[in-house]
């Protein structure tokens, strides 16, 4: 799981990355940062939570499999598109 500050982290270095190939200036720098970074935290924030409905869900069940194996990751896989799909994405 990677966290809040990692994500305001990780949306810097691509701003900066984009701004440095030439593909785009900012007007507003500090602005464009700041709503890069809504949105990444707003991504995060929905990726944590479908995440977590997709581990519930195979926990759920009668008799999980074991996490990691093969058949868990197959049904982690197929509730976290389920979950992304219930969000809109």
Same mark, same amino acid.
């Given at each position: 799981? =990677? *966290?809040?500050? #990692?994500? $305001?982290? =990780? =949306?810097? @270095?691509? /701003?900066?990355?984009?701004? #440095? *190939? $030439?593909?785009?200036?900012?007007?507003? #720098?500090? %602005?464009? /940062?700041?709503?890069?970074?809504?949105?990444?935290?707003?991504? /995060? +924030? !929905?990726?944590?939570?479908?995440?977590?409905?997709? %581990? +519930?869900?195979?926990? *759920? !069940?009668?008799?999980? &499999? &074991?996490?990691? *194996? +093969?058949?868990?990751?197959? /049904?982690? +896989?197929?509730? @976290?598109?389920?979950?992304? %799909?219930? @969000? $809109? $994405?």
């Amino acid at each position: 799981m =990677i *966290s809040e500050e #990692k994500m $305001g982290h =990780i =949306i810097h @270095l691509l /701003l900066d990355a984009v701004e #440095k *190939s $030439g593909m785009v200036t900012y007007p507003d #720098k500090p %602005r464009a /940062l700041r709503e890069a970074k809504k949105i990444g935290v707003f991504y /995060l +924030q !929905q990726f944590n939570a479908a995440e977590a409905a997709a %581990r +519930q869900r195979i926990m *759920s !069940q009668k008799k999980p &499999p &074991p996490e990691f *194996s +093969q058949e868990w990751d197959t /049904l982690y +896989q197929k509730y @976290l598109e389920e979950e992304f %799909r219930k @969000l $809109g $994405g």
